[in-house]
Structures are given as C-alpha cells and as structure tokens.
C-alpha cells in the first residue's frame, strides 16, 4: 500500500514564525502535491511538484514556499506564518502521468 | 478551465435509505473524474474513478458513480447507508494536459442518521 506520511497531526505556531511541514511517501512516486483545506472551499493546490528541485505554483502560492531535495520528501514552507494561513494541510503524491493521488493524513495548523 | 461543482454542502440521510451526492463538471477534453472521502480528522481516501471505461463505475464500501456525458455529470450513489458513511466527500476532475493536477469540488458532508 502506498503510504504518505507527515511530521505532524497537529502544530500551533506564532505570528512570524517561520514553520515546515514535511510529507514524505514510499511509493517512489514523482509527483508531490501540497494542498490546503478550508470549510467550504474545498482543497486549493498550493504547489506541486514534478521531480526533485522542481516546483511549481498552484492556485494559491503566495506566502509559501517549497522544497524537494529528495525524491520521497516535499516539504512545505510557511516563511512567516500569519493567522489566516490557519488551516488543514494536505500532501499527496502520485506516480508520472497518473491522476490518481494519494493523501498523507493532514496537518492541522493553528497561528496565533 | 476546468472546474467541478458538487450540489449541497451538507446532506442528510436516514440510515439505509438511498445515498445520493451530486457532482457536475466542465472540462473540454474527456475528463478523468474522480471520488475521495473524507473520514474526521484524516487524510483523503480514493472511493472511485472513472477513466474513460464502463461509464458506470464501482467503487469500495458500496459506492457507485455514473458518468453521464450528456449531463456534465458524475453522481455518486448508494443504496442504503450506514451509519459509517458519514464523512465529507470530494468530487475531482483531471484531464487537459493537467500533467497530474486534480481540481476538486468544495466537498459534500454526509450525514446519516440512525
């Protein structure tokens, strides 16, 4: 079974905090998505990624960041963390040239 | 552009009685759609997809979808539930050169009541 993983259930962080939230899958899968989900307004897709040091913008990018060294590990960064980026993050992955994706269980990110 | 519309933010049902999730979509090449779930406080889980096979397709835990062209439709249905349905419930769509990118509706939470 494909498993993603990531670091935390859970994480209160400061205003101006600088946070990671790490995925990692073991699949070998090359494509990586990051994903935040807020009441009503679905998934939006903050970035994804198609193989190591690449990246790319989704919908909603601005105020984060993102880096894939290795292949199994997309880490998302929130370079100065402010209240409305309280949410819940998901990773997913998904092998080339496939749609379908799977999800790590979330993160749930308070800033105060 | 590509978007998917899921009809009702929440749906309640009685237990055992006919699951019904609308899902409509606008793509303009023949779209992968897809099913997740979402049980409390996890990640999302694959229920079903429809890749341009049999237009009815089947999916775990009793699930079933029927894509309807005619309709930009992909509906999600059961037909009874149980109490352990209750969940949120994704519709997704992909296709158009997406390289791997899903669009997903604003989700549905399902409700059933004993």
């Known amino acids: 079974d494909v498993k993603v993983t990531q670091s935390s259930r859970y994480l209160v962080k400061r205003t101006g905090e600088k946070v990671f939230l790490e995925c990692v899958q073991d699949m070998d899968h090359e494509n990586m998505f990051w994903y935040r989900q807020d009441p009503g307004l679905g998934l939006r897709l903050i970035y994804f990624s198609y193989d190591v040091k690449m990246k790319e913008k989704g919908d909603i990018p601005e105020g984060y960041s993102v880096s894939r060294e290795k292949k199994e590990r997309f880490s998302l960064i929130l370079e100065s963390a402010s209240t409305n980026q309280t949410s819940m993050y998901l990773c997913?992955?998904?092998?080339?040239?496939?749609?379908?994706?799977?999800f790590g269980p979330g993160t749930r990110l308070l800033v105060l | 552009a590509q978007s998917v519309t899921q009809l009702g933010s929440h749906v309640s049902v009685s237990e055992g009685a006919l699951v019904l999730l609308r899902c409509n979509y606008s793509?303009?090449?023949?779209?992968?759609l897809f099913w997740y779930v979402q049980y409390p406080n996890q990640g999302l889980q694959l229920l079903l997809k429809y890749t341009s096979a049999a237009t009815l397709v089947k999916g775990i835990n009793g699930f079933e979808a029927e894509f309807k062209k005619s309709e930009t439709s992909f509906h999600l249905t059961k037909p009874s539930a149980h109490m352990s349905d209750a969940a949120e419930y994704f519709c997704?769509?992909?296709?158009?050169?997406?390289?791997?990118?899903?669009?997903f509706g604003q989700g549905t939470e399902l409700s059933v009541k004993p």
């Open positions: 793509s303009s090449v023949p779209p992968y």
């Open positions: 997704a769509v992909s296709g158009d050169n997406q390289g791997g990118k899903l669009i």
């Open positions: 997913a992955s998904s092998p080339y040239n496939t749609e379908t994706q799977y």
